[in-house]
């Protein structure tokens, strides 16, 4: 069983936290650019500032002519694809057609996609009926926090193919994951740079080709997208690869069960928004299965302080 060290519980709440605001930049920056300029933008920034950081540390990308540099750039576009450009643009153009709470839902069930992938691939993260007991909890809370609104229908044309490409985006995120989790070793702020190079330079010719250059640009949707860019991609992917890196992809994927939690409770803090009745139960069964799907590793945490 993989080790789970103090540092990586407070990054799961940091990155549940950054996560959960993130929604209210992208409602703002939705104002003055389409969905696939959004991901290609957040990418970009999010690869510039991750470049700029290895530069100013003196760390290069990762390279080919080093001892597993091919395959390590392998993962690097495995990384770059299934955790970055492939689902962002699922789900960006998935929430055209289907409610928004639907996307949430199917972030929930990432970890019971990681569950058994990490099961087969990964050394030291069985799939104990504890920890899948636990998962289903923790995805039931999110359901019901986010309310029966998340499977009314839209009436879109387009709906049924909208939820599928949620949940395919769901199962990228997964393998994305383990992908993570598998890489030789590298140096983390490398490896993150890189992933994001690779999703940067898939999503731009999109953006481009199908909504062209963004002309309603202002302040606040430029403040939008540089906080999208730098805390949500770019300081999140480094956070994202350390802790799978250390701690494992299953132990990683119980922040989508925060992020829901979060999104609801900074929109409370922060816009005003009324909180919903459902909050305190979904609260409990998710926090409720978080722990109980980690029960040996929270004895030994509180065993030693």
Excluded at 128 to 136: C, E, N, Q, V
């Amino acid at each position: 069983m993989i080790p789970i060290r103090p540092i990586n519980w407070l990054k799961i709440v940091v990155l549940a936290m950054i996560w959960g605001a993130s929604f209210m930049f992208v409602s703002i920056a939705l104002e003055g650019v389409g969905p696939l300029t959004l991901v290609a933008t957040r990418l970009t920034l999010g690869a510039v500032f991750l470049v700029i950081l290895c530069g100013v540390k003196g760390i290069g990308l990762p390279s080919p002519r080093a001892e597993n540099g091919g395959k390590i750039w392998i993962f690097a576009i495995v990384m770059g694809l299934f955790s970055n450009a492939i689902p962002f643009t699922m789900l960006s153009w998935a929430q055209l057609s289907v409610a928004s709470g639907f996307a949430g839902v199917c972030m929930a069930v990432v970890p019971l996609l990681v569950l058994p992938l990490a099961h087969v691939f990964v050394p030291g993260e069985s799939m104990t009926l504890r920890r899948s007991i636990g998962f289903a909890i923790g995805t039931i809370g999110v359901i019901i926090l986010i309310g029966p609104n998340a499977f009314a229908s839209t009436g879109n044309d387009l709906e049924s193919l909208a939820r599928f490409s949620c949940v395919a985006a769901s199962a990228c995120y997964a393998i994305g994951s383990i992908s993570t989790r598998l890489c030789p070793e590298v140096n983390m702020l490398s490896l993150s740079a890189a992933a994001l190079c690779v999703a940067s330079v898939v999503s731009l010719p999109l953006a481009l080709i199908y909504e062209g250059s963004p002309s309603a640009l202002n302040l606040k949707v430029i403040l939008a997208l540089l906080y999208l860019g730098i805390l949500p991609t770019g300081v999140a992917q480094l956070l994202l690869t350390q802790v799978i890196r250390d701690a494992g992809p299953v132990f990683m994927s119980l922040v989508n069960y925060q992020v829901p939690l979060w999104s609801v409770v900074l929109g409370a803090l922060v816009l005003a928004e009324p909180l919903p009745p459902s909050l305190l139960l979904g609260m409990v069964l998710i926090l409720g299965g978080v722990a109980l799907s980690q029960l040996g590793k929270l004895r030994r945490l509180f065993g030693r302080g």
